[in-house]
């Protein structure tokens, strides 16, 4: 019988773009003793069997208290970042969605580990 060799692993995560007048909603990271004080996209890591989709769906929710459907996001990119050694979490592979709709209002925080919202906007 052959050795058997480890296979990569990557973590499994989400982003979620909502978009408003040609702006993009970031989140200020906070609490988190990650890369606290910078903007992200409201996100996630993937937890056990669950699906890409229902993930997105559950952080907007736990981030910035709108609720989603499945059917109200759609796939716009998945993207593998390979990790720097430094990095706690190692490589992911992040699926980016985009709302079909536009949602109601996107600026109530529910979690400590947030300290702003803005929709950003690039000239």
């Keep these: 019988m052959g050795t058997h060799k480890e ?5 499994p995560a989400v982003y979620v773009i909502f978009q408003r007048e040609g702006k993009v909603l970031l989140l200020k990271r906070a609490n988190t003793g990650y890369m606290d004080g910078l903007y ?26 709108v609720t989603l459907t499945r059917d109200s996001l759609r796939l ?8 720097d ?27 400590s580990l947030i300290s702003a919202a803005n929709y950003v906007g690039w000239s």
């Design 7 to 11: 296979r990569f692993k990557v973590v």
């Design 40 to 65: 992200s996209l409201p996100a996630g890591h993937v937890d056990g069997d669950e699906p890409a989709v229902l993930a997105a769906v559950r952080e907007a929710q736990e981030e910035v208290a």
């Design 76 to 83: 716009a990119h998945v993207m593998h970042r390979q990790a």
């Design 85 to 111: 050694p430094s990095d706690r979490d190692g490589s992911t592979s992040a699926s980016i969605f985009t709302l079909k709709l536009t949602p109601g209002r996107v600026n109530q925080l529910t979690t």
